[in-house]
């Protein structure tokens, strides 16, 4: 018989990892041994995380700011739409839409702080130097020896197979952010802005996104999808002239972000053998098309701790209907190849269809009849394009795989 050293290790303590933490902190009759390891486990502040959902969403208990209210941009025209959650054609107000905010640093302390004090919970600060499968459990390899158990949960590498994959579209989503005090009240406190595309799109796809906390005060982030990141030196100089271009006087900045989320067509499976799987990012859990990965991670989570906590076989969370990748290769084609193709999709999405169904899309929790409503309003030429490139690289990889 296999000998562990615990019935579940978490490779990683970022934002899957911790959520996976947190759901088996969240069944209070598990005093199973767990065991979290990364190379330190410091409360990090160089990040925030947004998502739309009710308040009874994961995390939304610790969001810092919460709006109703989420406006889009382009040159010439704005719209502001309010978020709201439908039951057939029925708007329910117990079940209110928003777009949330949480900081990693209430989101570090709630989790790491609760897990302090479980004396079955034991944190282990080195390098992940590798991972293997064995037909007993997983091995998680670090500098000073190995740790085993019959369940790993990782979010630090691709698996080996996942690595092998071909990645036709290699595209970032890649950020630099302020927090900003201005001199002069230049932002709408009661609503988000979740794209202003009124700027220069550099060669790429380029837009604005504006989270306000008061008149004076927000964060204000350049967010671009193209093949390279920038030095945070051009990020700067970026939203210092979006800045000046709104009137905002002289700036004081508290607080900068930077990131890079891959937004490319690799297909990333959720298991990487029998007792390991991967979770987060690595895990297949970021929409290509848009980044957004933090309600799919707890999804995940909990998925994964709930077969654990049951004692059953994990299985992988069942992925979203075909029609959602084969939207997401087909834009990203678009994005790659013919990025000022962007704007203009983006423009003429916002311009007729209403934001709360587009977040519902993005979701991908939509009908198939509203899904073929919203793409017919899409500019049909570059769509078509990709998409016939799309079904043949599809068509050309079934041929090669047939024995």
């Known amino acids: 018989m296999a000998t562990f050293d615990a019935d579940l290790i978490i490779a990683g ?18 005093h199973r041994n767990v065991i979290v390891i990364d190379r330190n486990f410091e409360v990090g502040d160089d990040r925030s995380w947004a998502f739309w959902g009710t308040q009874n969403a994961p995390f939304a208990h610790l969001a810092d700011r919460s709006w109703d209210r989420l406006k889009v941009r382009f040159p ?17 107000r117990s079940g209110q839409r928003l777009y949330h905010r949480v900081r990693q640093r209430d989101y570090d302390a709630a989790i790491l702080g609760e897990a302090a004090r479980r004396p079955n919970i034991q944190f282990v600060a080195q390098d992940i130097t590798g991972l293997r499968d064995d ?4 091995v998680v390899e670090l500098p000073e020896g190995e740790l ?3 369940l790993v949960l990782q979010s630090t590498q ?25 001199q002069y009240p230049i932002f709408d406190p009661l609503a988000a802005t979740l794209m202003d595309f009124d700027t220069d799109q ?30 945070p030196a051009f990020y700067d100089a970026q939203i210092r002239q979006y800045l000046e271009r709104l009137g905002a006087g002289d700036v004081s900045i508290e607080r900068t ?20 799987w991967n979770v987060g990012t690595v895990g297949g859990m970021t929409k290509p098309t848009s980044g957004y990965t933090f309600q799919r991670i707890h999804a995940q989570a909990r998925h994964l701790i709930g077969h654990w906590a049951n004692n059953t076989a994990p299985t992988a969370l069942p992925q979203p209907a075909g029609r959602y990748r084969f939207a ?23 311009a007729r269809t209403p934001i709360n169904d587009v977040l519902t899309f993005l979701d991908e929790g939509s009908t198939v009849g509203k899904d073929a409503r919203m793409v017919t309003k899409l500019p049909w030429p570059p769509f078509l394009r990709a998409a016939a490139l799309e079904f043949g690289a599809d068509l050309a990889t079934a041929i090669t795989r047939r024995p």
């Open 328 to 350: 997401d290769r087909t834009l990203l084609n678009i994005l790659h190849h013919h990025p000022e193709h962007g704007r203009t999709i983006f423009e003429r999405l916002f």
């Open 202 to 231: 550099l060669e790429a796809t380029a837009f604005f996104y504006v989270l306000p906390e008061a008149r004076n005060r927000a964060l204000v982030e350049l967010t671009m999808f193209s093949l390279e990141s920038c030095d």
């Open 76 to 92: 010439g025209w704005e719209t502001v739409g309010q978020l709201q959650h439908r039951t057939g054609n029925r708007t329910s």
């Open 148 to 150: 085993r158990a019959p």
């Open 158 to 182: 691709l698996s080996p197979s996942d690595n092998a994959n071909r990645v036709r579209h290699p595209l970032r989503q890649h950020f630099g952010g302020w927090e900003v005090r201005t």
């Open 257 to 276: 972000e930077y990131g890079v989320i891959p937004m490319d067509d690799r297909r990333r499976g959720q298991q990487w053998g029998q007792h390991v």
């Open 135 to 138: 037909c007993q459990g997983g």
């Open 13 to 30: 303590a970022g934002c899957a990892g911790l959520s996976a933490l947190w759901q088996v902190m969240q069944r209070p009759n598990e």
